[in-house]
């Protein structure tokens, strides 16, 4: 019986050793390895602290995510304004027919990423925006008709879905907040419409903001090769798990400078979340303008640092207004979090859910004060 029961425990110790090797090196092996409230979705173990995994190399990582980045074709008919001459006849006497009532169409394309097996593919909205069609090329060779979910242009990021048989190949989400300076990164989309590419490079920044690209910014830079045509497709770690959706370049040319930006993986993944289930982005609102603190402003308001924002307006109706927010206020904290500068404080309050009511600091005249305030829902952003 003790012989039984000593090879019973070593089986199951075995057994458990295996299962915790396989979701910390291959948690893609597994079925419905993460699951997501809204979506199933595979996802990276974290690291523990101050411990960094070894990158796999270049071949492995490519070999990885290929598979999960597709190319999008998207087609959009132009109606052409009908002149109004062309039913004159005395016009047609002279000129002749000179129009073609049939309209034009414009073509363009992108990338995208599968992010669940049943066919959910992230990409920017910008690739998307006001297509008619769309058409989806998978890595291998098989093409689909795609829908489009939601789009929030604040991020500008979007969710289509394709219609195919089987588990689609997904990505495995990463840890974009344990990247660091320096890291070997992946680049993989489409560009200029080549096919399917792979550029190598480095995250050159994190965290980057203001540069008035987004509404909320949170943009890994890198120098990996970003040309027109990756918009929405991979940057990926060193183990070819996501870290980044690309989104833009810095170039006056259109060409590749070495400065690229991604919206941060996480980032990504929530926005995606909320377009699932939504169909759009909920995000608090408070309806007050800010301005940063500089040495000089804080100096003529006689405070100690820049920590904190500016009220510059108090829009009308809004729940700043109603909570008695004035202009001139300085803004140190919400919630109990404290406001560095405007990113904070736009992050923070998109974050919070319309309806909660919360305690925000102010100082005016010198004096710290407290006040309730209903979050709103942020309005929609005008279509430019």
Request: hydrophobic residues 40%; proline residues 6%; negative net charge.
């Amino acid at each position: 019986m003790r012989k039984h029961w000593l090879l019973f425990t070593q089986t199951v110790t075995i057994a458990l050793a295996l299962l915790f090797i396989i979701h910390t090196l291959k948690p893609e092996l597994l079925p419905n390895a993460a699951r997501s409230g809204v979506v199933t979705l595979y996802e990276n173990t974290p690291l523990v602290s101050g411990n960094k995994s070894p990158a796999m190399g270049l071949s492995a990582a490519a070999q990885k995510a290929m598979p999960a980045v597709v190319n999008i074709f998207t087609s959009t008919v132009i109606k052409t304004p009908v002149n109004p001459f062309m039913e004159d006849p005395r016009f047609k006497f002279f000129f002749g027919d000179q129009g073609d009532d049939e309209p034009q169409s414009s073509s363009s394309l992108g990338s995208g990423v599968i992010v669940s097996p049943d066919g959910y593919i992230l990409t920017n909205q910008h690739v998307v925006e006001a297509a008619d069609q769309i058409e989806v090329a998978l890595s291998d060779s098989r093409k689909a008709k795609a829908h489009v979910i939601g789009s929030d242009p604040e991020t500008d990021l979007a969710v289509i879905k394709i219609e195919l048989p089987g588990n689609l190949p997904a990505i495995t989400f990463g840890h974009p907040e344990q990247a660091h300076v320096g890291d070997m990164v992946l680049a993989i989309g489409n560009p200029f419409g080549v096919g399917e590419t792979v550029t190598m490079g480095i995250v050159s920044a994190l965290k980057r903001e203001h540069l008035g690209i987004n509404t909320f910014e949170n943009f890994i830079q890198t120098d990996a090769a970003i040309n027109p045509g990756n918009s929405g497709g991979a940057l990926v770690d060193g183990n070819g798990n996501l870290i980044g959706i690309n989104s833009a370049i810095y170039s006056p040319n259109g060409g590749s400078l070495g400065i690229g930006f991604a919206i941060s993986a996480s980032t990504a993944k929530k926005t995606m979340e909320q377009i699932i289930l939504h169909g759009s982005v909920t995000r608090g609102w408070v309806g007050a303008g800010v301005q940063e603190l500089t040495p000089e402003l804080a100096e003529s308001f006689k405070l100690g640092d820049t920590k904190g924002v500016l009220i510059t307006e108090v829009i009308r109706n809004s729940p700043a207004e109603h909570a008695g927010v004035k202009t001139g206020d300085i803004l140190i904290a919400i919630d109990d979090k404290i406001i560095d500068d405007s990113s904070a404080m736009l992050d923070t309050v998109a974050n919070l859910p319309p309806g909660k009511v919360v305690l925000i600091k102010l100082i005016r005249n010198g004096t710290t004060i407290g006040l309730q305030v209903k979050i709103g829902k942020r309005p929609k952003p005008r279509t430019q």
